[in-house]
């Protein structure tokens, strides 16, 4: 699902700067924002601007890809500091507010990894199906996941 990036693009040994990551990719510097947010780590934190170490882009670029090919269960969530598949704690489910077709609706699932205790998200869509997390009838029903702690509309 995740977008390709040519990690080559970067050289290793040099250090980058949000906006020439943004230029080198032709992303937003906002995309490149969520890159670092996402556990894209800069040579150090204290520093402004953020210098990003070409090898770490090249790491976490890469791990992003293959992020995609995990297959989560229901429950599950992908942690990128665990790096792998964890089960969540404290979910709530934000309403998206956007129909997806046949009924459905698309919402993220936010939660915290039960390992580590970073915050993971977890796309998904309600509508259709049995009536558990993942899958709810009606966009009516997401009123199930009020029972959900922190349970919030946008
Ligand atoms: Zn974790």
Redesign the pocket.
Known sequence: MGRKYDVRKIISKRSYTTEEIAEVFGVHVQTVRGWSKGGMEPIDDVSRPFLFEGSEVRRYLSEKRSKSRVTLKEGEFY??????A?HGVRVRCVDTRRQLGSGKVSVVLKGT??????V?NRFSAVGGGAKSLEKIETPSDLSAFENLPLFEKR
Request: charge should be positive; include cysteine.
């Open positions: 942690c990128l500091k665990c790096r792998k964890v990894c039960a390992g580590c205790g970073s993971v």
